[in-house]
């Protein structure tokens, strides 16, 4: 309580909170992480980065808010939100931003399934109170409250925390009994000042004035009750006519005992300038710029002077609290505030310019400090307020920096883990590869990791552009070379592939990269020489029933119709369950005008291979072609769903649905068709 | 076309696929934790698991060593305690409360030793952890349908299904949950898939046969019922289905039978005594009649306990998840 008392009372607008950094904590997380990796703790390791992901995204979600980049602050906090930890803490701390963003009602869910879970754990009932009240729930905060204060807790600093939640639910009953529990159990001086001010900031302030009274009879130098009993005075609407004298006498008052406190001389200078007495202010604001030469003290400087018509002084202390503003990171109030009067002083020295200048900013800072609703200015209570925009700037970027390491790290973690390999790890890796791109498309090895596992996962057209970056930055890479051309392979840019399997060092002796070459040249009008590629190899030792199939297509591409049927023929006399020899006779009859064989031969490949799209799509047009919508519809569906992304088995689809007397179907599935058409 | 070479091209690219590593990581020189661990290996390896735990609870203490506290609790659950193990694993998640491989461990060791709500806790924290390991979403489902809550239950195990469709186990498992929920059609498609995929699960023969006697296809259940018997004679959904279909029958010494061997095998079934107060009534035994409508009475108010009490912890109610 001790703690509380002297913790709490001098720090409320007195003193700048110690400058966090953040930044620090995540990156010795980051350092531990590295340390359990290297004892092959991959368990741990892998706990410890992603608190780096929860931990550093949720201190970004304050610093992009506090920045005004609302979008920003909430993108950071649906990251944040991912990667939670499963921890009373955590969780609380997931709730706060929620709160900060003013999301009460996603802060209610989270703070009350962890109340269902951890019944007696008051600092979660506390919070689940604040955000129902803030989402409009306010019995049900009271009901939160109620429950955690029975019975009414032993440790006089829950008792107080309470008493100040119930305080801001209006209910003044049940905050005053536990207040007096507190007094029972630390009959200080300081701790009735403690109470008073609370019930100052609450707007009771008669119960305030009644509780400092109580404290300086006490002792009658207790620090602050004369401070406060000076600012619930000026608060308060009823403080009568004789109000600024009255707050002025309890601030002087507050001097005799410590003539140097920075915040009573302030107050003290403010109230001598609104009582008209800025010769007695001015000394008395320098006083306070003595002991802490912060902007709002400057600011009184400067208003005092401009007040005794010393403009060209005025002028030069505002600018200094200008430069303070800046390096304390002030807020639009004040800012607002300090570019108004130096405005004003220096008009009157007649900087007309200038002055036009500053009047202009402090008519922008005073839009912005008047936003309603703006989670910007939400909690200017958070230590990162404290820092300036360029240190917040540089925190940022060193949070990015431990945030794209820690997802790299996740992603390898995923892949070369206990399970890795499987295509729902490289599906994970990719995910945490893509999120650390989105941080740091540069981060070392990003863009080979993330093709690479977006291959892996079987995205071979999301792989393409990460591999293509990759091999940019390494030619010489003939494995990432190989994958970027199998990439272009599985997306039918036939004529990509070509020249990265023309140069695979391993062609020559690969049979795989050779089948592939010559699909590849087959596939991009380049069947002649695929013809002279495949003959070659099927004469020597690799014959194989694929290479004919290949070699068949090769030759009913230049029209060499019935060397292409003896090929695919031999390829199904050395394996009658080949793959696509069916569908290349297919080809040859379509081209030769015979649409019933053509007919059978797709059939025949489809009962081999259900799955086999083109066969579908094929079967489909030729069936339509025929007239019979029906089947062709069911076919070019099952190619559908399939190959959801074919823009030519959508557009048949949609002439099987017009064909149908299915309008509405057909027009979706012709823009469809458009839109996959014009993607890249 | 799309994907035939891929196979074997992948063969020669798994080095590649597998060749990131970590960030700025240096080849470190093996750290004393990973070589007592090693040790500890070689230990295991010669069957000396007593000297093995010994040091996986040192290497655990000094070096905060979550891998070690993984093996520990394997070892202790390997020899039957699993209080043991729940602790060492305890210990675990208080170091790395949000490591996958130590929430699996601990939602596998929790459902070994019944502890069926903290189980759904852990797997609830994995399936956010990981939403597309399937795994996890079964299991969960199949925590929730045996602490009794087969609506929580089905909507995890639908989750389940649709990242990997072909499961039989999660397809049984979802169409168990779906007949107790009284979803009979739906349950039946998937429970025909499971039977397809494995036709040796009993659990999806009896759920089938209990879905298909809810839809009144009573000669299909009682095909599919008296195949899961003849698997597993005890079955208690399949004599509860066999039961139900007798007393349809008139045949009610023979549906007595069935029946008592269903309350037997799972006595927490309110269906089964419900049935049996029924069937004692037509044999004229009032007597036993009235004991099985009371146990039915007091079967069912536990069961809406239990579904409390789950709900109560998951927040689950049947407009979705309470998140």
């Known amino acids: 309580m001790a703690g509380l008392l002297l913790g709490v009372l001098p720090a409320r607008g007195l003193a700048a909170p110690e400058a966090p950094d953040p930044a620090a904590a995540l990156e010795q997380v980051i350092a531990a992480a590295e340390g359990r990796l290297h004892e092959g703790d991959l368990p741990a390791a892998e706990g410890l980065y992603r608190r780096v992901l929860f931990e550093g995204w949720r201190t970004l979600t304050t610093l992009e808010r506090l920045d005004g980049r609302l979008a920003e602050a909430k993108e950071a906090l649906g990251n944040a939100s991912v990667f939670s930890i499963d921890t009373p803490p955590a969780l609380r701390s997931l709730a706060a931003a929620h709160l900060e963003m003013g999301e009460a009602g996603r802060a209610a869910e989270v703070l009350e399934e962890l109340a269902r879970k951890e019944p007696r754990d008051l600092e979660t009932r506390r919070q689940l109170a604040k955000a129902l009240s803030a989402d409009g729930r306010v019995e049900a905060a009271v009901r939160q409250l109620d429950e955690a204060s029975a019975p009414p807790p032993d440790d006089p600093e829950q008792a107080y925390l309470l008493g100040t939640d119930y305080l801001w639910l209006g209910k003044h009953e049940a905050a005053e009994r536990l207040f007096a529990r507190v007094i029972e159990a630390r009959p200080l001086p300081q701790t009735r000042v403690l109470v008073g001010r609370t019930w100052r900031d609450a707007g009771a302030y008669g119960r305030a004035r009644a509780e400092l009274g109580a404290a300086l009879r006490e002792d009658p130098a207790v620090r602050r009750a004369h401070y406060y009993l000076g600012m619930t005075i000026l608060a308060d609407p009823d403080a009568g006519p004789r109000r600024l004298e009255s707050a002025i006498a309890e601030f002087r008052a507050e001097l005799e005992l410590a003539p140097e406190d920075a915040l009573a001389n302030d107050q003290l200078g403010r109230c001598l300038l609104d009582a008209g007495r800025p010769a007695e202010a001015l000394p008395v604001f320098e006083a306070a710029v003595r002991a802490e030469p912060r902007a709002r003290h400057l600011y009184g400087v400067g208003r005092a002077q401009l007040a005794l018509d010393r403009p060209a002084e005025a002028v030069a202390s505002l600018r200094r609290a200008l430069e303070r503003a800046g390096e304390q990171s002030a807020s639009p109030d004040l800012l607002q505030k300090v570019h108004y009067q130096l405005g004003l002083a220096l008009r009157k020295t007649g900087a007309n310019e200038e002055a036009t200048t500053h009047l202009a900013e402090a008519r922008r800072h005073a839009a912005s400090s008047a936003s309603p609703g703006d989670p910007s200015r939400a909690d200017d209570t958070s230590p990162l307020a404290a820092l300036s925009r360029g240190q917040r700037d540089e925190l940022g970027r060193r949070l990015r920096a431990s945030l794209a390491r820690a997802c790299f790290n996740l992603g390898v973690l995923q892949a070369q883990g206990k399970d890795g390999g499987t295509v729902e790890r490289f599906t994970r890796a990719a995910a945490f590869f893509e999120r650390a791109a989105g941080i740091d498309p540069e981060f070392p090895q990003l863009q080979a990791s993330l093709g690479v596992a977006l291959f892996n996962a079987g995205r071979f057209a999301d792989a393409v552009p990460p591999l293509g970056r990759a091999v940019a930055a390494s030619p010489g890479d003939a494995g990432l070379r190989r994958m970027l051309a199998l990439s272009w392979l599985n997306t039918e840019e036939w004529s990509k592939a070509v020249p990265l399997l023309e140069a695979d060092p391993d062609r020559a002796t690969n049979p795989s990269l050779q089948l592939a070459h010559g699909l590849a040249l087959v596939r991009s009008g380049r069947a002649a020489e695929a013809e002279r590629l495949l003959a070659g190899l099927l004469a020597g030792p690799g014959e194989s029933a694929a290479l004919h199939v290949l070699l068949g297509e090769a030759y009913a591409r230049q029209g060499e119709h019935a060397a292409a049927v003896a090929s695919v023929e031999r390829a199904l006399r050395l394996d009658p369950a080949v793959a696509e020899a069916h569908a290349t006779l297919a080809l040859v009859y379509e081209e030769q005008g015979r649409l019933g064989e053509a007919e059978q031969a797709l059939r025949a490949e489809l009962r081999a291979r259900p799955a086999h799209v083109p066969s579908l799509r094929r079967l489909g047009t030729l069936l339509l072609a025929r007239g019979e919508a029906a089947e062709a519809a069911e076919r070019l569906e099952a190619a559908a769903r399939l190959a959801p992304d074919d823009h030519r088995v959508r557009e048949q689809l949609g002439r099987a649905y017009q064909q149908l007397g299915r309008p509405e179907q057909a027009r979706q599935e012709f823009e469809a068709s458009r839109r996959l058409e014009v993607q890249p | ?308 009490e789950v709900r109560d912890w998951t927040g689950f109610s049947t407009g979705g998840m309470q998140r």
């Open chain 2, 1 to 308: 076309m799309r994907g035939r070479l891929l196979g074997p091209l992948l063969a020669g690219l798994g080095s590649l696929a597998l060749g990131a590593r970590l960030g700025a990581q240096a080849a470190p020189p093996p750290s004393s934790a990973a070589a007592e661990l090693e040790a500890v290996a070689a230990l295991v390896e010669k069957g000396q698991l007593e000297p093995a735990e010994r040091r996986l609870r040192s290497v655990a203490e000094r070096f905060r060593s979550v891998r070690a506290l993984l093996q520990l609790s394997r070892l202790q659950s390997d020899r039957g305690d699993h209080p043991g193990a729940l602790a060492s694993l305890d210990e675990a998640r208080a170091i790395a409360p949000n490591s996958e491989d130590v929430l699996a461990a601990h939602a596998e060791a929790q459902l070994a030793t019944g502890s069926l709500l903290p189980a759904i806790s852990t797997l609830e924290a994995l399936t956010r952890l990981a939403p597309t390991g399937a795994r996890y979403h079964h299991l969960r489902g199949v925590a929730l349908l045996r602490a009794g809550d087969p609506a929580a239950a089905a909507e995890s195990l639908l989750e389940a299904q649709r990242l990997e469709p072909d499961q039989p186990e999660t397809l049984a498992a979802l169409g168990t949950a779906l007949v107790r929920g009284e979803r009979y059609a739906e349950a039946r498609t998937h429970l025909l898939r499971a039977a397809s995929l494995s036709p040796d699960s009993v659990e999806a023969l009896a759920s089938l046969a209990e879905a298909e006697q809810g839809l009144g296809e009573g000669e299909a259940a009682l095909d599919h019922a008296r195949r899961a018997l003849a698997r597993e004679d005890g079955h208690p959904t399949a004599n509860l289905v066999v039961g139900m279909l007798l007393i349809e029958q008139e045949r009610y010494p023979e549906a007595r039978d069935a029946l008592e061997k269903a309350a037997a095998g799972d006595p927490a079934s309110a269906k089964a005594e419900y049935q049996l107060s029924l069937v004692y009534a037509r044999l004229q035994d009032e007597a036993r009649s009235r004991r099985h409508r009371e146990r039915y009475q007091a079967a069912l108010e536990q069961a809406e306990q239990r579904v409390k």
